[in-house]
Structures are given as structure tokens and as C-alpha cells.
């Protein structure tokens, strides 16, 4: 994978990170975003790992016997 499409991926994967940050501390945040962003950040996670950029999710690493 290019090192730009990874920096991409890192930047975004923080911009989630912190989107979510900002929704807990809401009084009354929407679950229904909260929900979709994790999915989001999840996925972007996952492109990270199949780069070889971050470490499995350990529930990932289990299920495929890493």
C-alpha cells in the first residue's frame, strides 16, 4: 500500500478517534452516530492491519487464530 494511502488511513482513523471523543462528552450523544463512527474507525483499522501498519484487534487475532 502507498505511504500516502496510509497516512490517509492514520489521519482519518484519528479524525474518528476523536469525532468520538468529543460525542461522549456530550450529555445526550446519539448512539446512532456513536455506533457509526466505531464502524468506521473499525474498518479503517482494519485496512491499517491488512497494510501491515497496526497490530490485529485482539477479538480478530482469536478468530484467525493469531
Do not use: N
Amino acid at each position: 500500500m502507498k505511504l500516502g494511502r496510509i497516512e490517509a488511513l492514520k489521519s482519518h482513523h484519528s479524525r474518528l478517534e476523536s469525532e468520538l471523543a468529543a460525542l461522549a462528552k456530550r450529555p445526550f450523544p446519539e448512539p446512532e452516530l456513536i455506533t457509526r463512527l466505531k464502524r468506521q474507525k473499525l474498518l479503517v483499522k482494519d485496512q491499517l492491519v491488512a497494510a501491515g501498519v497496526a497490530a490485529p484487534r485482539p477479538e480478530r487475532a482469536i478468530a484467525h487464530g493469531l
